[in-house]
């Protein structure tokens, strides 16, 4: 006696992750040239060539593609460092991650904005910066272990302190964030030697 074969679950139409990721491609070049406001689901499907329903498969609004394409783009531009100098490792993050900033200022102060008032923002920015602490709370981390911060630092400290200059310049807009900010930034938390 042979047993029937068992019919698979439907799981719905494929996700191409081709498709997915020319949708975080294009988002991430349109903030690169716009402001939030500018960019709408509209503009990204158009930019994609998709429509906007293959976006919202994966992605519940405009905040969530955004930051994801942001959080992507912020991968690829400041890949993790080990060169064996920290404190060049350091200068070397954070102006890679103030250059990117700059770039997606618009996004920024956007999401900022819209995560006050849109918890699925609110929770994407959370993500977010999460991934970009932790990866930069590794770096203060081996700092620490190769004796180039004061022993008695507290990297979340740390963190909070170079993150919170970039936030600070973005949504303010007193001051640049350039290279040079981010040279003189590194040097103020190296220990002396």
């Known amino acids: ?37 500018a960019v709408s689901i509209d503009v990204i499907a158009q930019a994609a060539g998709v429509s906007k329903h293959t976006i919202y498969r994966w992605w519940p609004s405009k ?3 955004l930051l994801e394409a942001m959080a992507e783009r912020a991968r690829q531009l400041t ?6 100098v920290f404190a060049d490792d350091l200068e070397t993050f954070l102006a890679a991650t103030f ?7 618009g996004l920024l102060r956007g999401i900022m904005a819209e995560a006050q008032r849109d918890p699925v923002a609110a929770e994407g920015l959370r993500q977010f910066t999460a991934g970009r602490r932790d990866e930069l ?23 909070d302190q170079l993150f919170g200059l970039m936030w600070y310049r973005l949504l303010i807009g007193h001051a640049p964030l350039d290279d040079a900010v981010a040279a003189r930034l590194a040097r103020s938390v190296i220990r002396p030697g």
């Open 137 to 159: 709370r590794a770096l203060l981390a081996r700092g620490l272990r190769q004796g180039e911060l004061p022993a008695d630092s507290d990297p979340d400290l740390l963190v």
């Open 79 to 84: 890949p993790g460092l080990d060169t064996g």
């Open 1 to 37: 006696m042979t047993a029937e074969p068992q019919p698979r679950p439907h799981t719905g139409r494929r996700r191409n992750p081709a498709v997915r990721q020319a949708i975080l491609d294009r988002a991430a070049d349109l903030l690169a040239d716009n402001d939030y406001s």
């Open 63 to 65: 905040g969530a593609v």
């Open 99 to 105: 250059r990117t900033a700059v770039k997606v200022s």
